[in-house]
């Protein structure tokens, strides 16, 4: 199994993300801690070895706790496809787990990316739900803390994304309205 640490964001990566994905976190959560106090990380496992993931993020988190700091983990265990997000009590007033972990495609950053069938590779897929999902929680906490970070990813990708979405719904919902109006209309003759 590879594993390696990799800097003071990303805890433990045994599955090897790219290079770019390792420099994207741990640029956005250096600047969060710099600008907020608030110490924000990954932690990726292979397997969780039949361990409860929150259980082991939160031995994780007391890590940090311990030494007086405000914290927030996001945990991925590949094997299980399981996402969670542990964080010091304060600091889980700071974002909205429940929006972040959303599996409805509207509103979760994470579990609809890594939900699709996509015929890539599955590290890229990781990567990109990885990503959104710790931008988003580094960019809710520094809205929090009423905070501008450079290296935040922003809203322009949520605009576009919403608006992807917007039009992928409608097309559906046209299509099946067409489809209940064709049954009905020739049902009545």
Known sequence: ??????GEVIIKDEISLNQKFHESI???GTELLAKTGVSAH????????????NIIGAEELDKFTQANKQA????FAENEQ?????????????FDKEQILSPYPWVGTILPILGEKIKIDPREKYSVALFNGFADIVEQIAEHKQIV??????NSNKYVLNIIRA????II????????LRTWRKNDR
């Open 26 to 28: 741990e640029k956005i």
């Open 173 to 180: 919902f046209i299509a099946l309205g067409y489809l209940l």
């Open 42 to 53: 990954i932690l990726i496992l292979k397997t969780t070895n039949n361990r409860n993931l």
């Open 149 to 154: 970070l450079e290296n935040s990813v922003g």
């Open 167 to 170: 039009i992928f719904y409608s």
């Open 82 to 94: 399981k996402v969670d997000i542990v964080a010091s009590p304060d600091v889980l007033t700071m």
């Open 1 to 6: 199994m590879s594993s390696f640490l990799f």
């Open 72 to 75: 927030v983990i996001l945990t």
